[in-house]
């Protein structure tokens, strides 16, 4: 009808945008118009009149609506809202009615789940399972086309089982390849952990596993970098994942300048890497590599703690004046770029002296994280407001002694050969001394040699003695070197004593800081000795007609200066020099002597020459000279 009203319920279809093919189209023609055979001229003229009269139709119908007044218009509209709520109410009871329907025909299997879905009326008038529903037997279908349905399900169940089976085939291939690589990933993971090595789970990812190379006890900043992953490559093969892991090995190396060449230099014993190494060498590489920078990061905190000492630091070397001629550097640099070159300058001895100080610097270093872990395992301090630094590790400053206690030693020993050398070719052969080098356990307990005990005893202040005795009877001296740079008082001093009969009320000079004091107080004791011992020789007193024999007076005998007996106005006066090189002897004629041991004018005997006894050269010895000149005198 014309005044009708439809309003679709259903959502607007989106229009297919692509044209619809020539079947489609086909089998639409077929639905609104028939077959083709059924449709000609006639018919599609007749058709198009129809829709040309109704379109006529709906153009009167609306010009009709359009002069309708406002009160028709609001009836039509109420009219129209009855019809849509009508057609609503009578699809929503359609709905009940098939929701019903459906629930009675389920209620045959399942009747408390169709009971739920079931309306209270039907539930009165119709019991549950009163209806039901069978399979009709469909009609027998043709031979030929049950052939074909059975070769085409035939078809399909081959090609499912075959594809199947390649599925089946290619997860046993990958199965047996995941199996093979995991069974030598574990395998290799089981042989770095049978070494040593400790396997844990990472921190941040737990589903992976790391090997801790570094130390524990390490400061932070290295300790964190000493957990490595251990991946698994595509072969199964492990993998050291190298994000924390220096790229290139390298180590602390130590060369020693004496007189300003260069005479020796430590090796690094990384073997040179050929890009085929183990897990097991990338491991020990990565552990060196760490421990070594971290050796070099203590040596530069310590080196500038004890920049009093004169050591300076820079970029990447240290620089540490070991002794007036000794200098030792310290810098990292890579195991590749450290070739060895055939260096003439270098010496046995110093290449010794580099070797054990890089030895030295890294076993103190393994020694304070031994301490670190000690500390660790006891009760913690309490607590204060203060920050409590951590203090620099002792490397460099026990090194440092050793090397400047030996050159002082060294020292020590060849100036007590010198002098002892003097007074042999003399012939004033004093019994050798005795050295104690490093004589800190005197006084201890014994205890066993372990590793701990024997770095104590390096950490302990130096100390060495020599002691020796003198040309004259019951005379001793000793001289005791006692070096420390890890507490007050800093460096070396010596400590001289002695032990003279003839010279009760000389006091020894006690400690001193100085090589040249140390040089002057022995052969200053050594002038006195040797003045004594001829003042106090038994075997140059010469008796004359008088009734004293003339003999030799000390008259200053920390001059060196003897005084010959008699009564004459010309006294003979005799004066030793005594250095370290030499032993000089020369003989004065001391007119107008004025009562004190000294002439107002003194010159030198016409009779007699300056005598100088040096080591390693035969002369007739000193007792025979002095003989010699008083029997000439007399």
Not at 19 to 37: C, H, V, Y
Not at 66 to 85: G, H, M, N, P, V
Not at 279 to 301: K, M, N, S
Not at 317 to 329: F, K, M, N, R, T
Request: contains cysteine; negative net charge.
């Amino acid at each position: 009808m014309a005044d009708s009203f439809d309003l679709p319920l259903r959502p607007i279809v989106d229009k297919n945008v692509h044209p619809d093919s020539l079947p489609i189209e086909i089998a639409q023609i077929n639905n609104q118009w028939g077959s083709f055979r059924d449709v000609n001229e006639e018919v599609l003229r007749n058709k198009i009149a129809e829709e040309k009269v109704k379109e006529e139709t709906e153009e009167d119908a609306t010009e009709d609506t359009t002069e309708l007044d406002s009160t028709e218009r609001l009836e039509q509209l109420y009219k129209r809202r009855a019809d849509i709520t009508q057609f609503a109410m009578q699809a929503h009871m359609e709905t009940m009615f098939a929701l019903d329907f459906v629930s009675l025909l389920l209620s045959k299997q399942a009747p408390r789940q169709a009971e739920t879905s079931m309306s209270p009326f039907l539930k009165q008038i119709a019991p549950l399972g009163s209806l039901s529903a069978e399979v009709v037997n469909p009609p027998p279908k043709p031979e030929s086309t049950t052939k074909d349905i059975s070769a085409v399900s035939r078809g399909w169940r081959v090609q499912n089982f075959n594809a199947a089976a390649n599925k089946l085939l290619q997860a046993a291939s990958r199965l047996d390849t995941e199996v093979t690589s995991e069974t030598r990933y574990w395998n290799e993971v089981l042989a770095v952990k049978n070494k040593g090595w400790k396997i844990s789970r990472l921190p941040r990812e737990r589903q992976a596993l790391g090997v801790q190379y570094g130390f524990l006890e390490a400061t932070p900043a290295f300790r964190d970098r000493g957990l490595a992953s251990l991946r698994r490559a595509e072969d199964g093969s492990l993998l050291l994942d190298k994000g924390l892991i220096p790229s290139k090995a390298s180590f602390v190396r130590v060369r020693v300048i004496q007189g300003g060449r260069l005479s020796g230099c430590s090796q690094s014993t990384y073997p040179m890497s050929n890009g085929e190494e183990s897990i097991e060498g990338r491991i020990l590489q990565a552990r060196d590599t760490v421990f070594e920078e971290e050796l070099f990061h203590e040596l530069v905190r310590e080196a500038k703690a004890i920049a009093g000492f004169g050591v300076t630091t820079r970029q990447n070397l240290i620089q540490i004046p070991a002794s007036e001629d000794l200098e030792i550097l310290l810098d990292l640099v890579d195991v590749d770029e450290n070739h060895p070159q055939p260096d003439h300058g270098t010496s046995k001895e110093g290449n010794s002296l580099a070797e054990g100080l890089a030895h030295t610097i890294r076993i103190l270093l393994s020694y304070a994280h031994r301490q670190s872990l000690q500390r660790r395992t006891l009760l913690p301090p309490p607590l204060t407001p203060k920050k409590r630094t951590t203090p620099e590790h002792q490397l460099l400053r026990p090194a440092l002694a050793y090397v400047q206690h030996m050159s002082h030693v060294q020292w020590v020993q060849s100036l007590l050969n010198d002098v002892f050398g003097v007074l042999q070719s003399a012939n004033l052969t004093p019994p050798a001394y005795t050295a104690k080098i490093f004589s800190t356990e005197q006084g201890k307990i014994f205890k066993p040699p372990t590793v701990e005990a024997l770095v104590d005893n390096f950490l302990t202040p130096l100390e060495s003695t020599f002691k020796g005795e003198l040309p004259t009877p019951r005379g001793s001296f000793s001289i005791s070197i006692s070096t420390n740079l890890s507490a007050a008082p800093h460096g070396t001093y010596f400590d001289v004593s002695f032990d003279m009969s003839t010279t009760s009320d000389l006091a020894s000079p006690g400690r001193l800081y100085q090589r040249d004091e140390v040089e002057a107080a022995i052969t200053h004791l050594l002038l006195l000795d040797v003045v004594f011992a001829i003042s106090s020789n038994e075997t140059l007193k010469i008796k004359t007609d008088k009734k004293d024999p003339l003999f030799w007076e000390a008259v200053y005998p920390q001059h060196g200066e003897l005084l010959l007996s008699s009564d004459s106005l010309k006294r003979k006066k005799m004066k030793i020099r005594f250095s370290r090189h030499d032993l000089s002897l020369e003989t004065y004629t001391v007119r107008c002597f004025n009562g004190s041991g000294r002439g107002e004018r003194e010159n030198s005997s016409v009779d007699s020459e300056p005598r100088i006894w040096k080591p390693s050269i035969l002369s007739q010895s000193l007792m025979d000279h002095v003989r010699d000149i008083t029997t000439h005198t007399y």
